[in-house]
């Protein structure tokens, strides 16, 4: 598993070794980092122990590099970021913002693949889909 991640503005590299690299802020606008497991649809993450949010808390991401906001234009509750995958195929990336909620959408040339538990609650996606589902036809 050697997909890279990429972010959407500085194209700089969030991913070192086995995590992801996020710089966020809680809804009390304390900041803290969060690594993030790189395999898509696994949401074991790590934080400082006095970093808190709470389940149901909408936390901002930002790029650890440029420091961006890695908010999503499709829905304002999603992060976007790209992947690379060993094929060296770009894919973007989106997951939920919320803490607990588990949605993770891969959007690539060959389709969505919607991942996680919460992923219906995102339309958006599954509308393209099915759109996508149409053009192929
Ligand atoms: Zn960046």
Known sequence: MNNQYLCPYCRGHIRVGDYI????????R????LLVHPEVGNY???KHPLFHF???????????????????????????VVMVDELQ??????????????STYQVSEEG????????HRYTIFKMS??????LDN
């Open 21 to 28: 690299v996020f710089k966020i802020r809680n809804t009390r």
């Open 30 to 33: 304390e900041k803290g980092l």
């Open 44 to 46: 074991s993450s790590i």
């Open 54 to 80: 709470e389940e149901g808390e909408r936390i901002d991401f930002f790029c650890p590099l440029c420091l961006q906001s890695l908010d999503a234009e499709v829905d304002e509750n999603l992060v976007h």
């Open 89 to 102: 195929t770009e894919h973007e990336i989106y997951f939920s913002r919320i803490a607990g909620e588990q």
């Open 112 to 119: 969505i693949k919607a991942t996680g538990e919460h992923s």
């Open 129 to 134: 889909d099915e759109l996508f589902q149409y």
